[in-house]
Structure formats: C-alpha cells, structure tokens
C-alpha cells in the first residue's frame, strides 16, 4: 500500500508528465487494467491502451492543469482541486476540476474519476 | 436527477446547515440509507440514525468549513474542495479536505467519501 507522501508525489508526476506531453510518463502512474471516469457518466476508458489515447487528445488540445489547493491523501486514495487551460475553437477556455485517485498495492492508478460539468466551464478574456 | 445547480445547492446547503449547526438541516440532505465513509478507510456510517451522530461529533468540537474554490457537479455527482477550522485540545487546527457527493433520483446525498489523511492537518498560529 502506498504512503500518503507516495500518493501526493504520483499525484504530482500526474500534474507534471501531462504538461510536460509525455504521455509515456503519464500511462505508467496507471495499473495495466486501471478505470478511467473523465468525467463522471461519460463512458470508461481500461488499460493502458485506451488510457493513452484519451490522454492523448487533452495534450493534442494544448491542455495544461494548474494545482488549486493542496493534494489530500489518505488510506489508497488521493484527491486534488486544479483547473484546466486549453484553447478551444480559438477561446481560451478554463475548465475547474477535481480528480480522485485509487492506487492499488503497487502504488499504481487503479481508478480514475473526474469531476466537471457544464458549469465549470467559463471562458478566459483578454486583449 | 437532479440538475448540476441542484446539486451545487445542496452542497451549499450541507455547508450552511453545518456552520449553523444545523444537524436536522444537515441530515435532511441524505437519503434514509446513505453512506459516508468520513475520512476514506474508516468504517462507512449508514442510515440518518449514525450520519447524525456523526454530524453531532464535529459540530460539538466547534467545526467551521469553509469553501475553497468551485463546487463541481456533473452527472449525478458533486465534488468540492474546503478546509475545516476547529480547536483540538486547544489548539487551533486546519483541516484541507475534498468531499464527493454521489446524489440519487430524489436528489438526496446517496453516498458521501471524504478525503482528508494526517498530511492535510495543520496547526493555525496566532498571539
């Protein structure tokens, strides 16, 4: 069972491999049969082969995630706030966020669940 | 279901109702059989009977939440980031913690999991 620290320090290599569009660095957080729920309701991603294809399209969209508060971690779960930026149709779109986390006893990414809606969406103006 | 601005009222309300100490306001929200596991890993409180006397505990040690950042709510779940003020001992603490409400047809909290471990404490200084 990973540590509270090893749960917060995968959270950040999450955060990290994803701005830094190294899909290899994200797929390998995960189990080879992990669940991904990105967002709630919407239709499970397994394994790593469909893992890195859903990725794949957020880091093709130019998406980047910023931490809003700190990692909670606790038992095999970690929860963490953040918001997302991309580009979308030419606006530059701001998306809040909250991802949990189940590791499984290897430390690895067992499940995935994203929380988002409509309402979390707002679009970021400027000159 | 209910709709993501019902959702974000109830989560409000859950907030409001503790800060006024409001455990019948509070226990209203959840369904007659809903379950909280409050933090992850600990043994799951079922039915209104054992929500309330849980309830009862924190708002007896003075506990104050306190919204950190946007609720989110999608499909029928919620999530939302927030700190819990209260003194321990006599020691003024701080608590970060995310909460994820999984909501049922009716609209009732079906389902509560709270993230929050021994890292997320802190202990507030002052004169």
């Known amino acids: 069972m990973p540590s509270e620290e090893q749960m917060r320090a995968a ?10 569009e190294n899909l290899d660095g994200i797929v390998a957080l995960f189990a080879a049969d992990a669940q991904v729920e990105d967002p709630m309701g919407t239709p499970m991603k397994i394994g790593h082969a469909e893992l890195r294809e859903f990725f794949a399209v957020g ?4 998406a ?9 971690a606790v038992s095999n779960f970690a929860a963490f706030p ?4 991309l580009e979308w149709d030419g606006v530059q779109t701001r998306i ?10 290897n430390g690895k990414v067992a499940r995935m669940r994203a929380f ?5 969406q707002s679009t970021v103006t400027g000159d």
Request: charged share 20%; net charge negative.
């Open 116 to 120: 988002f809606g409509a309402g979390n």
């Open 82 to 85: 953040f918001h997302v930026t």
């Open 11 to 20: 959270v950040q290599a999450y955060i990290d491999n994803y701005n830094a």
């Open 59 to 62: 880091i093709a969209a130019g």
């Open 64 to 72: 980047r995630l910023h931490l809003d508060g700190s990692i909670r």
């Open 96 to 105: 809040d966020v909250i991802d949990t986390f189940e590791f499984d006893e």
